[in-house]
């Protein structure tokens, strides 16, 4: 049911990139940790993971056969996160805590893959709508084009502007939280660096959706109103994602300056 959520919604796109990457992300963990030291025997962690076991199947059968009447979406989020914790719960088992805390980013990144129930996924796109536009109001009056906000609805001279649902890009907004998560994790080494710019994801996010809608308004009330309903409009946010994450690169090269420049109390491997 997620896969084909996945595959047919687009708010729901980027649970098809967590598989793979938490596999990525463990396959190259452990060949940097054997590189480092020895394989050592795992000691498993049973009394931990029986426990949290436990825990999954109360989960799994509670969405299953206990949540009556509760809506589809929520039952079938409660069953992912009891699949995920599953899933921890026999790596530590079978391999113990020590495994679990060499893997702790990759097997907590596996929550992602928990689609967002309607109603927190409708709070967070109406967030979107709200925010971009406030930030695409900004964004013409920093060009000297005046422009007047009232909700979701932008009037500037000879168009008004409806920030729609299918405009929050909602899909693009969490493949950058997602791709921030992942880098802020390869190469950044303190807590708050990748607290940060993972944070910083989010303004970003915004920034990008008003910056979308200030180009698609301007070329089309001064050049070609065509751009209002064009291949732009429709389908130009991967240049908007660029955008993004041109500045978010920037702002993780700035923090990893920063580190880099700080004397390290013990050497901080790669990816722990």
Not at 227 to 243: E, T
Request: glycine fraction near 6%; hydrophobic fraction near 55%.
């Amino acid at each position: 049911m997620t896969l084909a959520l996945a595959l047919t919604n687009d708010a729901y796109t980027h649970i098809l990139l967590i598989l793979p990457l938490s596999a990525a992300l463990i396959y190259t963990n452990a060949k940097y940790i054997d590189a480092r030291a020895p394989r050592t025997n795992p000691a498993p962690s049973p009394s931990l993971g029986s426990a949290l076991l436990a825990l999954a199947l109360v989960l799994g059968s509670y969405a299953r056969w206990g949540m009556g009447a509760e809506p589809s979406d929520v039952r079938l989020a409660l069953s992912m996160f009891a699949l995920v914790i599953w899933w921890i719960a026999s790596v530590l088992v079978c391999f113990g805590a020590g495994t679990f805390r060499s893997f702790l980013f990759p097997l907590c990144f596996l929550f992602l893959a928990v689609p967002i129930p309607d109603f927190a996924l409708g709070w967070i796109v109406e967030f979107l709508q709200h925010q971009s536009a406030f930030a695409a109001q900004i964004i013409f009056r920093v060009a000297g084009v005046p422009a007047l906000q009232d909700g979701i609805m932008l009037s500037i001279p000879g168009l008004d502007i409806e920030v729609a649902r299918e405009c929050s890009s909602i899909r693009s907004s969490l493949m950058l939280l997602i791709t921030t998560m992942v880098l802020a994790h390869l190469f950044l080494h303190s807590w708050w660096r990748k607290a940060l710019l993972i944070a910083a994801s989010i303004p970003l996010s915004v920034a990008k959706n008003g910056l979308r809608i200030f180009t698609i308004a301007e070329l089309g009330t001064r050049i070609d109103p065509g751009f209002l309903s064009g291949k732009l409009h429709h389908q130009g946010g991967i240049i908007f994602y660029g955008v993004a994450v041109i500045a978010m690169l920037a702002l993780l090269w700035i923090l990893r300056r920063t580190e880099l420049q700080m004397p390290l109390q013990r050497p901080a491997p790669f990816l722990e």
